[in-house]
């Protein structure tokens, strides 16, 4: 069973950057350079949302609330996945999670990482 580690959360002030990490387990190499690969976020009384998606090939695609701040990449070699995030604002605070998109069932989900964001 795929297991899903991420990491990079913390405290930054507005207008501050992150760079989260997302590193698979549980699944080969072969697959994981297959599938595409998402960022999600969620904040309390809230469903979890996808911020960012990245395919096999490299396409990449963005919620409207985030592009041109995030960047999504992976690197294949290392079954892990990353987000850059910059001109971080306060509605970006949540807790961020990587998984398939679409997402593997409900026990794939990691414990995610929190950022917060203080203006």
């Known amino acids: 069973q795929v297991q899903l580690v991420e990491s990079g959360g913390g405290l930054v002030q507005t207008g501050g950057s992150l760079r989260l990490s997302c590193a698979a387990s549980?699944?080969?190499?072969?697959?994981?350079?297959?599938?595409?690969m998402g960022w999600y976020h969620q904040t309390p009384g809230k469903e979890r949302e996808l911020v960012a998606t990245?395919?096999?090939?490299?396409?990449?695609n963005y919620a409207d609330s985030v592009k041109g701040r995030f960047t999504i990449s992976r690197d294949n070699a290392k079954k892990s996945v990353y987000l850059q995030m910059s001109s971080l604002k306060p509605e970006d605070t949540a807790v961020y999670y990587c998984?398939?998109?679409?997402?593997?069932?409900?026990?794939?989900w990691g414990r995610g990482t929190q950022i917060i964001v203080s203006s």
């Open positions: 990245i395919s096999s090939s490299g396409s990449t």
């Open positions: 549980g699944i080969s190499f072969s697959i994981f350079s297959k599938i595409t």
């Open positions: 998984n398939r998109n679409p997402p593997w069932g409900n026990n794939s």
